[in-house]
Structures are given as C-alpha cells and as structure tokens.
C-alpha cells in the first residue's frame, strides 16, 4: 500500500523544508502511523513486532559482549568466565543474548507456523515468504555460529560434526567434501581458525539479517497485512490505522513476551543450555552424547533417521528448501485453514510431527526414536510434497465471509447490532 | 538496446560484451585471495609430522596422540584382535572394504586417524562395539579391530595416516607412505 497515495501533509515550515528533501516523517506515516491494517489481526500478529524486539536485544547484547569476548581456541572459554564473573553485569547481559536466541527462535516458529495456517504465503505474498525463509536460514546460521563462540566441549563437538555436513560431498566428488571442509575450518580440525572466523561472521550476520528485515517489511507493506480470514481488504472500512490500534496490541503482547524471557534470564538461565557447555573444549575426547540447542533438534532428527550420510545432509538441507517452494505448492485458492476443514486437520497433524521430531532429535537414534524420527520425517515431506497440493485440489472450503468488517461485526454481532446500554 | 538502426552487430556491441567479459575476470581474479585466505594457512599446514616412542605402549593397550591438531589412535593389538581382523577380511557387512594387510605395516601395530568418517566425532576406545574395535557414540557406528566401518551410518574405514618406522619403537605421523600405498608398489 506504500504504493498507494500518501496521507501526510506537513504543517509548519521545518516538515514542510524537510518533507522535500529528505521525506522521512512522510515515509514513517506512511508505512507506521497511518499504515492501514486489518481490523481482525489476532495475537498471532504481534510475534513479527516481537521478533523486531528480539533482534534488537541480541544486537545489543552482542556488541556488548564483544567488547569483552576473546575469539581466540586459547583464550575464548576463559573470557566467557571473565564475562561472567568480573564484567560488571556480565552474567545479565550474557544470560540474555543466550536465552535471546531461543526466545529468537520461539518467537520465529510460532510466526512461520501462524503464516503456514493463514496461508500468507499465497499469492501476492511470496516474497515477502520467500524473504521470511531467508531470514531464518541466516538466523540458523548465526545461532549455530554464535554457540561455537564460548567454545566448551558442545560448542566445539557442535561446530566439528555440523562442519563435517559438507565433508558428505566426497560421496558425490571425491576430495570436493574435505576441501570444502578445511576451508571452512581454515586447518585440519576445528581450531583457532575456526573460531576466529566464526566470530567475524556472527557479528556480520545479524545486520545481513537486519537488511533482509527491511526488504521483509517492504514486501509486506506492497500488498499489506493478510489477516485471519484469508480474505483481501476491499476498503476502509476493513482497516484501522497501524497507530494507535496495533502500537498498543503489538506492545502488549511484547510485554508479556519479555516477561516469559525475564522467567528464563533470572530463574533458569541454563534451562535451555547444556551443561557441557561449561566444559572447556576438548578435542580429544567427544561428549557421549552430543546433541544441538532445541531449536535444530528436528533438523536433528531428520538428518538422523536415515543411515545413510548424504542422504542424511541432503534430507536436512531439504527440509529447510522446501520451505521457499510453499508458495507455489499450495493449490487452494482459500488462503486461511479456518476455511479449510480438511488442510487443518493436516495441518495439526504437521504440527505435531515438528514437535515429535523435536522430541526425537534430543534422544539417542535408536528404538522407538528413531521410528519416530522416520515417520515425522516422512510426514514432514509428505504434507509439503503431497497433502498440500492434493488437499487444495478436492476440498470443499467453508463460506469465506463477504468482507472483513462484515466478519468482524458477525463475531461480536450484538455490539454492532444493539445500542449500548 | 538498439544502438543502430540496423540490427546487425556492431562495434558498440562488441565493446559491451569485452568491457563485461573484462570486468568479470577482473572481480573473479579479485575474489581467488579473499576466497584462498580461508584454507589452512603455512602455520598449520606446518605441523604435519608427529613423531611417537612406541615403547611404553603394552599389548591390547589404545593411546592416542595428536597429529594435525587431530587424534591418531595407536593400538598394539593382540593375537586375538589380529585374527579378527583377518577373520574380518571376508566379512559381508564390510561397507568399505579393505583387507586387513593393507592397513598396517606390522600386524601388531595400528595406526588410524581417530575421527569418525560419519560426521567428525572421536571413536571410544573404551566402549570397543559389537566388533571389539571402536564404537561412536555421536550417532552409533562400530569399527572392527582393523578400524574398518561394520555398522552404523559412517560411509568410510577409519583413515590410516602416512606414518614411517625410523626405528622398532619409534614413528613418524606424517612421513613416509601408507600402508596401502607402500603394499601396491610391492605387487605392482
Ligand atoms: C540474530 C541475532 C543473534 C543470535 C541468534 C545470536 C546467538 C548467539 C548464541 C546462541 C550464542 C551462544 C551463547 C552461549 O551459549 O554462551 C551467542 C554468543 C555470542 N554472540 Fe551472538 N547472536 C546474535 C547476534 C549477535 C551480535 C549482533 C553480536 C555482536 C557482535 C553477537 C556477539 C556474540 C558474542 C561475543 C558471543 C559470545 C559470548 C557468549 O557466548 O555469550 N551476537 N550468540
Ligand atoms: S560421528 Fe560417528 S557416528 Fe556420527
């Protein structure tokens, strides 16, 4: 809708100064305060002004932390210690950005789940979905990073095995795999090179991901907001202005967010952590049982349920790619599973198996998880590959309502209807 | 972009297609040492021989050393885990197959890079697996007492380095030829 007319005039001579040269105010009005949005946005909305929230506290955080940080195999796990014990406030500032990532990641899961359910990938919102998977690929890439930083025995066994993902491609070349490897390690194992390297890239890839954010919000405000009932906005009277209506929402739910994170940060900050962490990286002796922070544990799964290893990699690399051909694998023309009786069923069960492989991914792959790993990984793939297009094709959808403001007023119809009393 | 009335090519063209063929190679050339900085540099390239007194090692006994910034596992192997290893050459579940005399130099002494050619983690040589060699934990493969892959997803034996005898009781990691190497000049 930036696309559209402006609704700004500036009023007195400086905005009118300004307003020629550098349109800023206009373009804030323009694409926040007056930003027309849909009026039914639920709860599921706030998580992008949530996620906005949370790449904010690990970017300044984590300039923080680097102020104090040593990316050095030697000298790293040590100022991790300094960072906690002898920084002034060290141990807060650390205790975020770590549970910041997992709030992260919380935060973009239920996001990309709400889109899968409200079919917001569909046309004109590809890109805007394409660019959303590009933002959690880099997120991936430098949460993965990030954790090899503290460098302890799962930073540095996390960093070997996922480095070793490419060494598979010598089942394709032979020599193409390890040399890809040692050039990513800069040396023959995973060392001072390695993390040197890591941390460069970490603090990198954030603003790369804050780039991608602009280019995500951009592609949001051409054809604006979906919203729960799937259905186009067809005039005002289905909007109301971004602010105060959703500042005042999104702020809400950001504030019981953080309260969430704060239970984390003050009462559990290593729930989510792993206890080997704090033990400084060996490479000579690999932890028992290695396994990634929760948020890759169905990556995990997946890459383990198969015994081969390149089949492995490729399946786990799949099911991140397949989430950029979503647009065009959906064949419904209905957007929101609230419509579609039979695809919410599926897509309940798709849920589940996530969760399932989650589950999977953190126990050894062996008797009934492993199976389990199998049958969510074949479900995975399945509801991408086949449910989605199929299901769209013989569903009967419900009635879609006619607008939003009708569906809107038949909801809490008794207030449209009667007078107040 | 028509830049004559004709449609033939001209020397306009022709200029555009060198100009970008020019500029290409020029950003490729400027890409190769920014892309090169990142393999292993001369210092580590550097340490690779490791030298180890094999004296105190007694038999059925694994120690590892480091070799490249990487374990080497070095087990004196009894007669027992010896005739496995035979027995092991005409095993059917050998994903990789290789025949016991061309892994070693003496029969008595193995010499392996101890990583797990599945993804990277280090073999136990405590928890030995179903065939008395190594078990990884990562993700569950067995090695027999030749080191080569029995069970489990890793595709590969476990590499033999090149290493040398300079004396009864003493190698050199990273001189010299491997095993194999040396056997098929022998036949050839
Ligand atoms: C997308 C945003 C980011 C994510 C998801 C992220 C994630 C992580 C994770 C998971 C860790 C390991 C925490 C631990 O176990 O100790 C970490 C560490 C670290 N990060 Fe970030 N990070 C982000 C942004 C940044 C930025 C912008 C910087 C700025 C330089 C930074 C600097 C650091 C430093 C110095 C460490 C090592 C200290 C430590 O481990 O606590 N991070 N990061
Ligand atoms: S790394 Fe050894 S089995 Fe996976």
């Known amino acids: ?37 849909p009026k039914n946005l639920n709860y599921w909305y706030t998580f992008g002004a949530i996620l906005t929230f949370c790449l904010a506290v ?6 923080v932390l680097a102020m104090h940080y040593v990316a050095s195999a030697d000298k790293a796990f040590a100022s991790i210690e300094y960072i906690m014990r002898d920084v002034n406030y060290g141990w807060l500032i650390r205790y975020v950005h770590m549970n910041g990532a997992s709030m992260f990641f919380l935060a973009v899961y239920v996001h990309m789940f709400r889109g899968l359910y409200y079919g917001s990938y569909k046309a004109p919102r590809e890109i805007l979905w394409i660019l959303g998977v ?40 032979p020599g193409l795999g390890s040399g890809v490897l040692e050039w990513l390690r800069g040396d023959f194992a995973v060392d001072d090179a390695a993390v040197k390297r890591f941390f460069a890239l970490h603090y990198l890839l954030p603003f790369v991901i804050a780039g991608v954010v602009f280019l995500h919000i951009w592609a949001l405000h051409v054809p604006g907001n979906n919203n729960p009932t799937g259905i186009d906005v067809k ?3 289905d909007t109301v202005p971004f602010h105060p209506y959703y500042t ?15 239970v984390f940060v003050f009462y559990a900050p290593n729930y989510l952590g792993h206890p080997d962490n704090y033990v400084e990286a060996n490479p000579l002796v690999t932890p028992a049982h290695i396994v990634p922070e929760w948020y890759f544990l169905p990556f995990y799964a997946i890459l383990r349920a198969v015994p081969d290893k390149l089949t492995g990699v490729l399946l786990m690399f799949g099911a991140i ?101 | ?119 990277g983690c280090v073999p136990s040589s405590q928890v030995r697996g179903d065939y008395d060699g190594w078990f990884c934990p990562c993700h569950g493969s067995h090695y027999d007492t030749s080191g080569r892959i029995r069970k489990g997803p890793a595709p590969k034996n476990l590499a033999v380095p090149n290493y040398e005898f300079v004396s009864d009781t003493k190698i050199v990691i990273g001189e010299g030829k491997t095993p194999a190497e040396t056997s098929k000049e022998h036949t050839a």
């Not at chain 1, 690929?137 to 996922?162: D, N």
């Not at chain 1, 790619?321 to 919410?344: E, I, M, T």
């Open chain 2, 1 to 119: 972009m028509a830049h004559s009335p004709s449609e033939t090519v001209n020397r306009r063209d022709f200029i555009y297609i060198m100009s970008a063929t020019v500029s290409a190679a020029g950003a490729a050339v400027a890409a190769w040492p920014l892309i090169d900085q990142m393999n292993p540099s001369a210092a580590a390239q550097a340490l690779s021989s490791t030298e180890v007194d094999l004296s105190a090692i007694q038999p059925g006994q694994i120690v590892t050393v480091t070799w490249r910034k990487q374990p080497v596992f070095i087990r004196r192997r009894t007669e027992k885990e010896i005739a496995e290893a035979h027995e092991g050459d005409t095993a059917s579940d050998l994903k990789d197959p290789q025949p016991d005399a061309q892994r070693v130099f003496k029969p008595e002494w193995l010499v392996l890079v101890g990583i797990c050619t599945h993804l």
């Open chain 1, 248 to 262: 005042v929402k999104d702020g809400f739910a950001t504030a019981i967010f953080m309260m969430l994170f704060a």
């Open chain 1, 1 to 37: 809708m930036s696309g559209g007319h402006s609704t700004y005039t500036p009023t007195n001579g400086f905005t009118k100064w300004l307003d020629s040269r550098l349109p800023l105010i206009r373009v804030m009005n323009d694409n926040v305060t007056n930003f027309p949005t």
């Open chain 1, 321 to 421: 790619g397949v989430l950029f051909f979503v647009p065009w694998l959906d064949w419904s023309k209905v957007r929101s599973a609230s419509y579609r009786p039979v695809f919410r069923q599926f897509f309940v069960l798709f849920v589940i198996a996530c969760l399932a492989l989650g589950w999977a991914g953190a126990q050894p792959a062996e008797g009934a998880a492993l199976l389990i790993a199998q049958v969510g990984t074949f479900y995975y793939f399945i509801f991408f590959i086949f449910i989605m297009p199929v299901v769209g094709l013989w569903e009967t959808p419900r009635k879609l309502p006619e607008s939003i403001a009708k569906a809107v007023l038949a909801k809490n119809g008794h207030a449209a209807v009667q007078p107040a009393q």
């Open chain 1, 134 to 173: 590009i933002i959690y690929f880099l997120m991936m890439a430098t949460a993965f990073l990030g954790y090899t930083l503290p460098w302890g025995q799962m930073s540095f066994w996390g960093a070997t095995v996922i480095t070793n993902f490419f060494s598979a491609f010598d089942q394709v070349i």
């Open chain 1, 235 to 237: 005039g005002p009277q």
């Open chain 1, 58 to 63: 690990q970017l300044v955080t984590g300039i």
